[in-house]
């Protein structure tokens, strides 16, 4: 009897319809297709529901918006209570991007299709005037990015008196970017007795911390750690010097007809040639980075999901956020120097059980980041040695790079770098510079790389 017990229990799973949500929700979940929660959407959703702290471990790509979306949707269901009755933001949540805000926005929107529950999202960057007049219209669930968040607070647009629900998502993102101090101000705002949720993808001790201070109680659940890269992806790696990746990544995505690509470069200045150089040869190619504005990433973006735009290239802080189902391929243009990265970038692929391709390009000064990704993977990338783009001879003239090996910069060091990469190679020129025979018109001219 016993055995048949637990037999049960292993072939038994678990569907939305045993977590009993109110029908209104349940059938909307239904309508966008999920039947079975994912593991972060099965640890975190009892939880939630029975009005706990929750800690969440769990990065982009693991289900964790709708782990948290639903059941805050269910929660708040029957307070928000009919389309006539006076709105009050009962639900707040506090991510570090735009793009992350606009889809969690959707998600709520999807999940709370057949209930009054009405969100609205803003971010900075944009003119304030149309957020102000949709929060002055009616709101239950506010999604922000942190820094528009109080500013629109300490101008009284928005109350707080009535939040049941303070949702952290992205938290180390949040640290990393240097908005932890404004997640701070914003939890001080918010009623003492409200549940708070902070999900992260990984837990420096600044979140630890963080949590500790401002959660009651909280339940730890944790899902895809970040060392472990997924096995259904193929790891596969090409030894290609830097001025040939252009061309072996156009090489690659004819020769395979590969669409929906994501490619990962370390600048944004990089971004844009890659995407260029492939746009120029036939390629449906396009770049989003923090350089270009709202609007033309939204573009680019909804470009890459209706798949106008077989190929989307981004820098990791643009990109970190981009919320697309069972990623087919992503290519790795440039190595990180934080072998985590890796794993965050192709993360993105291979998800929902579906296969994936992951493919690095690995130019001779990346080799030290190869040795770290493949120690902290636990595993060697497969090399394909038969592409039409191996190492040239060494020109013993060439300027080495820097290994940046443990110079774990945050993200906004990161971000700085992207921006500031390209002058600052300029201002790190050497000293031959000035006695160099070339006019000052020719060097001005020199494009670089990076
Ligand atoms: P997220 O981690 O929130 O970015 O979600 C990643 C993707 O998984 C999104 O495209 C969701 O629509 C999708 N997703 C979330 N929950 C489920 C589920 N239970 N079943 C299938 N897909 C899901």
């Not at 209930?115 to 999604?143: A, E, M, Y």
Request: net charge positive; hydrophobic share 40%.
């Amino acid at each position: 009897m016993l055995l048949l017990i637990i037999l049960l229990q292993q072939v038994y799973t678990m569907t939305f319809k045993d977590l009993e949500l109110h029908n209104n929700i349940q059938e909307a979940i239904t309508e966008v297709g999920y039947l079975t929660p994912t593991p972060i959407q099965q640890k975190s959703i009892p939880i939630i529901l029975a009005g706990e702290d929750l800690v969440g471990i769990a990065q982009t790509g693991t289900g964790k918006t709708a782990a948290f979306a639903i059941p805050v949707l269910n929660l708040i269901h029957r307070i928000v209570g009919s389309a006539k009755k006076v709105k009050h933001i009962r639900t707040l949540v506090i991510t570090p991007t735009r793009e992350l805000a606009i889809q969690i926005g959707e998600n709520f929107t999807n999940y709370s299709k057949y209930t009054s529950i009405h969100n609205v999202v803003i971010f900075g960057g944009v003119n304030q005037v149309p957020q102000v007049d949709k929060l002055k219209r009616g709101v239950d669930v506010l999604i922000a990015t942190p820094g528009r968040f109080l500013d629109l607070y300490k101008q009284g647009h928005i109350s707080l008196d009535h939040m049941h629900q303070l949702i952290i998502d992205e938290a180390d993102l949040m640290l990393d970017m240097g908005f932890i101090n404004d997640v701070r101000k914003i939890i001080k705002l918010t009623p003492t007795n409200r549940q708070t949720l902070l999900f992260s993808a990984t837990m420096p001790l600044a979140i630890r911390e963080l949590s500790d201070e401002f959660l009651t109680k909280a339940k730890y659940v944790a899902v895809d750690p970040v060392s472990s890269a997924k096995g259904s992806v193929s790891q596969e790696v090409y030894f290609v010097d830097k001025d040939d990746k252009k061309k072996l990544l156009h090489h690659i995505i004819v020769e395979n007809k590969m669409s929906n690509v994501l490619v990962f470069t370390r600048t944004k200045y990089g971004a844009d040639a890659a995407a260029k150089y492939l746009a120029k040869n036939g390629i449906k190619a396009d770049a989003i980075h923090g350089d270009k504005s709202q609007n033309s990433r939204v573009r680019v973006l909804d470009g890459f999901k209706d798949k106008s735009i077989d190929v989307l290239i981004a820098t990791d802080v643009a990109s970190r956020g981009i919320d697309i189902a069972a990623l087919p391929y992503v290519i790795n243009f440039d190595l990180p120097n934080i072998p985590e990265t890796f794993v965050h970038r192709i993360g993105r692929t291979g998800r929902a059980g579906l296969d994936g391709a992951a493919i690095s390009f690995c130019s001779k000064d990346e080799k030290p980041y190869l040795q770290d990704i493949e120690k902290l993977i636990k595993n060697k990338l497969k090399v394909i040695g038969d592409h039409p783009f191996p190492y040239k001879a060494v020109d013993p003239n060439k300027e080495v790079k820097p290994d940046l090996r443990g110079k774990k910069g945050s993200a906004k060091q990161i971000a700085k770098t992207e921006s500031e990469g390209k002058s600052a190679k300029r201002s790190a020129k050497p000293k031959t510079d000035d006695n160099s025979r070339k006019s000052d018109a020719s060097k001005k001219n020199k494009k670089r790389w990076y």
